[in-house]
Structure formats: structure tokens, C-alpha cells
């Protein structure tokens, strides 16, 4: 009976490591990961997790919320307003983006007439902004923008 | 049209040339000069020199001639109380004309036509009359009636009442965007076409191809690049509208004197891919508004997306850079689109404060006129005239102008002059409309200047 001790450790030693794998596997699938996203109370444009699917990166624009701190300079002019504004939002997107390292976040630039900021995201930036309570939404920047001119082909002396 | 581009090219080239063999200026003009042996004394008036030159050639010569002398009487910002202001002003100026007139002869002066809305008027002056023009006290000036004989935009220009705005001056300037800068959002503008040299302010672009590694779509390949060349347009949409707006070669723009600021964010194909591109190149046009004079923000692009309500919340960065402009006194336009929808319009047409623009034909240009994009049909006019909305124009309750948006005449990437159709080429009449309102009365604000297109048509 004594022999078999250490059978029976080695045995339970590799059933525990198989356990914690598929444990830490599931709980780090990318599936879980999304799902730990999305209960998040934060809003989050289905864009950005579908493709993140298959991208290690998208491209989002991440909302923030105002911290209601802004006092204009007394005696501004609007357009001093205006600078002034995008400064106080860029001090505070500032603040989260150094929550986040370049695996995180590749960020581009700061709004200046609203409070929010865009760059590229991963999947690990996606989930340390969700936890940022700052955060208010995060969506995708992807847009189809076009120029789509009309030519005519008939009717009239085409010129 | 060509051929007579071609020919006003011709007459100018030979004008310049001319120009500078002769030597003459203006100082030597009103320092005394000699035509045919006939020797003029020093005078007061001011003469183009191109009068002298034609005169040594011809018998007679096309002027207009500018009298001393404004009427006294402003317009204000009531827009029925202008119209009995400019016909108090007509007849004023009438009266000066009748005065200078009454002392000419059929051999002086061959009579064309009156301004009733600048003290001046125009006809065929030959040396005897420009003899008598010179020492008349009531002459201020004698220009070349050739230079007002240039192709403008087709019939565009005139539908919208633009070329008569031309001819009202205030405050000695003529109306024709003097002062003013546009700033262009589109794919760029060719800095060096003959129509657009000189006038290109600043350059910038944001134009991120979607790449996260940091390449763009911007001249240099960066996502984000300014200063000179940055705004390099490698489509022409953009050259096309900046030449609508502010075109001063031979062919003339709604506001041929106004500048322009490119902002590039459209690629090679003509299409954006990063709704913060737009945003971000709304704000960098209104903090630097100061710098420039950014009077305009012209946005000649859409969504795939068509909106049948506001599209503030869907795009509320794009809501909020437009805010920000507006409040600063920025005019915002935007082209609603040319899918044909009667129910829906594009982004950024749809954001509550931006004027949208909607297309009409600016002549008949004939019956069954059928219309495709990129070989898909989009719709056909069985008749065409002008003021129609172009059925291409998308269009709803939302839709605040129209403007002439088929077939218009501007300024090709390639240097050269042709037209283009769409509701991108309506929405700069807008914008250039509204840097001629600005330099009329610099204190209107967006919503004013909205009010008053939408009221005088």
C-alpha cells in the first residue's frame, strides 16, 4: 500500500494540471473573454468584437465620460474656449491611455470637440478599457464613405 | 466651350505678352501717355493699361467705366428692406451714369449697359471718348471690358445669381469673396492648376487607409501629414469642387477671389474609411479658422448609410466638431448624396446644423437624361430644365438648398477644365455663396446665411 503513494500523487498531480488547463483555457478563451466584455457596463459596438474575431486589431472610437470639471479662463473668446476644451479632454484621455501599453492601445489622436479619443484596440486593451470606469463607450471608427458621382450616359449632347 | 478656352487662352497669353512688351502700368497710365501720336495729360483717372494697347490697334475698345461717388445707402440684414435699398441705390447710380453720358458722342462712346448695382457702366469707348473720360472728374476708373468676357461655370454661375453679386461693390471691393477662405474636406486639391495656383492657404490630411501599423493614405503614406503637398489630390474630386468654389483662371469660380484651405481625406478611390478622419479635419479647420479666415467648411462626400431623421447620435463625434465650428461662426455645408432616394440623405448632410445641399440642373441639357454610377443605373429625367432637382440628388424634409449640381464646368485635376455632375458639385455654389455673404457683412451668422439662402432661393 505504501508503494502506491506516490502512484497516486503523480496521478492526481496530472489530473489537476489537465483541470487547470482546461480551465484556464476555457476561462481565457476568446469567447469568455468577449462575454467578460459585454457585461461590462460599458457599450460596445458589435463591429469592434466581430472583428476582432479576425483582426488582432480594430480600429475604435473610445468615448469618455465627462468629468464635469471644466471652468472656462475667464473673459475667453469662443475660440479660446474651443482650445481650451480640447485641452482638458486631452488631459483626461491622457490618463487613460497610460492605463494601456502598445499591446493594448494604438492610439492616434484626441478629439478636441468631444470628450474621446481613436486608435487602434486589442483584445487585452478591449478588456483593460471595459474595467476603466472613465469609459462610457467604445465604438467602432470603421466608415463607408464615398464620393459616388453620377456620369450620364444618355439623353442630351453629352459633353 | 473648349474651343473657346482655348481662344480666351490665346487672347490672354497675347494680352500678357503685349502687356509686358509694352511696359505700360498703371502709374505710367496716369502719369500721361501717347495712342496714335495723341498725347494724354496727366490725369486722375485710372486706365487700364490693356485700353492703351487695344486703342493703338483698334478704333474702339469694350470698357467699363467706374465712377466716383457711392450712393451713401447700406444694406442691412432685412432682406425686403434691401430690395427698396438697391433700387434707391439704382437710381442713384443711374442718375451719375446719365450725367457722364450726357457729355459724350455717338463717336465717343458706344453705350453697352448700365449697373444698377455699382456707379459705373459699360460700352465701346473709342480715343476720342476716352480723350473726354479722362478729364470727366466724375470718372474714377477705366477698365478693359475683356477681362469680364471669360468662360465662367457654364450656367451655373448665373442661376445662382452669382455674376450679378460680382458687380456690387462695398466698401470699394467688388463682392467676390475677398477675404475669405473655404475649407475644403475632399481628396485633396492640385495646388498648381492655372484656376487654383496661389490660392491654396494651407494644406492638411487625415486620411488613414486602415492599417494599425501607422501607414496612411496621405501623400507620404503617413495617416496624418501637413504643410505644403500634404493635400496633393490624386482623385480630382477635390481640385473639381475647390475650382466651383474659388476657380480665377479662365474659367471663374461662384467666389474667384476667396482661398482655399485642402483638407485631404478621401484616397485614391475616392473613399474614407475612418469616421475620425472627419472629425478630426472639421476641428483642424476650425482651430485654425483664425489663422486662415475659414469662413466655410465644405464637405462633398457621404455614408453608404442614408438617414431619414438626424444621424447626430449615430455620428456624434462628426455632431460635435460641427457644433464646434458653427458656434465660431463656421458655415458647414455638405452634399446629401447621389443615390436617388427621395427618403434618406448621407452623413454628414444629415447632422442637424450642417446646410444640406441637394442638386438641380442648371440648363436644359435634353429629355431622357439617364444617369449611372460605375455602370449601375441610379435614375432617368425625361426632362431637364433649370431648377429641376437632378434625380440623382437624394433628398427629404431634411434637405435645406438646392444648388446646380449637373454636368458643371470646373477645374480638372490634369490642369485643364470639365465637368463632373453630382450633388458634390452643388453643395460648393453653397459654400462659395457664402463667402460672397461673409464679405458683404462679415457678422452673419451660419444660421443666418442658411436663413437667407433658404428665403431669397
Known amino acids: 500500500m505504501k508503494r502506491k503513494k506516490p502512484i497516486l500523487t503523480l496521478t492526481g498531480l496530472i489530473i489537476s494540471i489537465i483541470l487547470i488547463s482546461i480551465w484556464y483555457s476555457y476561462y481565457f478563451s476568446f469567447d469568455q473573454r468577449v462575454n467578460r466584455i459585454l457585461v461590462s457596463n460599458i457599450t460596445i459596438d458589435s463591429i469592434v468584437i466581430n472583428d476582432l474575431k479576425t483582426n488582432e486589431w480594430t480600429p475604435v472610437t473610445v468615448r469618455v465620460y465627462d468629468e464635469g470639471n471644466f471652468i472656462p479662463v475667464p473673459n475667453s473668446t469662443i475660440p479660446e474656449i474651443y482650445d481650451q476644451k480640447a485641452a482638458y479632454f486631452k488631459e483626461i484621455h491622457e490618463r487613460i491611455i497610460a492605463t494601456l501599453s502598445q499591446e493594448d492601445f494604438n492610439y492616434r489622436s484626441s478629439f478636441m470637440s468631444s470628450n474621446a479619443f481613436y486608435g487602434y484596440v486589442s483584445l487585452t486593451g478591449l478588456e483593460k478599457l471595459v474595467k476603466n470606469p472613465q469609459v462610457r463607450e467604445i465604438v467602432s471608427s470603421y466608415v463607408n464613405i464615398s464620393i459616388n458621382d453620377p456620369v450620364r450616359i444618355s439623353g442630351g449632347p453629352i459633353k | ?457
Not at chain 2, 307 to 323: K, L
Not at chain 2, 373 to 397: H, L, P
Open chain 2, 1 to 457: 466651350m473648349t474651343k473657346n478656352l482655348i481662344k480666351l487662352s490665346f487672347v490672354s497669353t497675347i494680352l500678357t505678352i503685349i502687356y509686358f512688351s509694352v511696359g505700360y502700368s498703371f502709374e505710367d497710365a496716369i502719369t500721361g501717355f501717347t495712342i496714335k501720336g495723341v498725347k494724354f495729360e496727366p490725369s486722375n483717372v485710372i486706365i487700364d493699361p490693356n485700353i492703351i494697347d487695344y486703342l493703338e490697334v483698334n478704333d474702339w475698345t469694350p470698357v467699363i467705366i467706374r465712377l466716383h461717388g457711392d450712393s451713401g445707402i447700406s444694406y442691412t440684414l432685412d432682406i425686403k428692406e434691401n430690395k427698396v435699398i438697391y433700387n434707391r441705390r439704382a437710381e442713384f447710380f443711374e442718375e451719375a451714369e446719365r450725367t457722364v453720358l450726357s457729355t459724350l458722342s455717338d463717336e465717343d462712346l458706344k453705350f453697352k449697359s448700365k449697373f444698377s448695382s455699382s456707379n459705373g457702366f459699360s460700352g465701346y469707348v473709342s480715343l476720342a471718348g476716352l480723350e473726354k473720360l479722362m478729364k470727366n472728374p466724375q470718372v474714377r476708373e477705366i477698365v478693359s471690358d475683356y477681362i469680364e468676357v471669360k468662360a465662367f461655370l457654364s450656367e451655373s454661375i448665373p442661376l445662382i445669381n452669382a455674376d450679378k453679386v460680382w458687380n456690387v461693390e462695398i466698401d470699394g471691393n467688388n463682392i467676390t469673396g475677398i477675404g475669405q477662405t473655404i475649407c475644403v474636406i475632399d481628396t485633396g486639391v492640385n495646388s498648381s492648376h492655372p484656376g487654383l495656383a496661389g490660392k491654396i492657404l494651407a494644406e492638411a490630411c487625415f486620411c488613414d487607409s486602415g492599417e494599425e501599423n501607422g501607414t496612411g493614405c496621405c501623400p507620404d503614406g503617413n495617416y496624418e501629414q501637413f504643410g505644403d503637398g500634404s493635400a496633393l489630390d490624386d482623385e480630382g474630386h477635390g481640385t473639381h469642387v475647390a475650382g466651383i468654389v474659388a476657380a480665377n483662371g479662365s474659367l471663374k469660380g461662384v467666389a474667384f477671389n476667396a482661398n482655399i484651405v485642402a483638407v485631404k481625406v478621401l484616397d485614391y478611390n475616392g473613399t474614407a474609411h475612418k469616421n475620425s478622419d472627419i472629425t478630426d479635419a472639421i476641428e483642424w479647420c476650425t482651430s485654425n479658422a483664425e489663422t486662415y479666415n475659414i469662413s466655410v467648411i465644405s464637405m462633398n462626400f457621404g455614408t453608404a448609410s442614408l438617414f431619414d431623421s438626424n444621424c447626430d447620435a449615430t455620428y456624434g463625434e462628426w455632431y460635435n466638431a460641427t457644433i464646434g465650428a458653427i458656434t465660431q461662426g463656421i458655415f458647414v455645408d455638405a452634399a446629401t448624396g447621389n443615390n436617388g432616394n427621395v427618403t434618406h440623405i448621407a452623413a454628414p448632410a444629415c447632422i442637424t446644423n450642417v446646410t444640406s445641399v441637394g442638386a438641380v440642373y442648371d440648363a436644359n441639357i435634353g429629355d431622357d437624361v439617364s444617369w449611372y454610377y460605375y455602370g449601375n443605373y441610379i435614375c432617368t429625367d425625361s426632362t431637364t430644365y433649370a431648377d429641376k432637382v437632378t434625380c440623382f440628388s437624394n433628398r427629404n424634409n431634411m434637405t435645406d438648398v438646392f444648388a446646380p449640381g449637373s454636368e458643371i464646368n470646373s477645374t480638372i485635376i490634369n490642369g485643364s477644365y470639365g465637368p463632373m455632375s453630382g450633388t458634390s458639385m452643388a453643395a460648393p455654389h453653397v459654400a462659395g455663396l457664402t463667402a460672397l455673404m461673409k464679405q458683404a457683412n462679415n457678422s452673419l451668422t451660419p444660421a443666418d446665411i442658411e436663413s437667407i439662402i433658404i428665403r431669397t432661393g
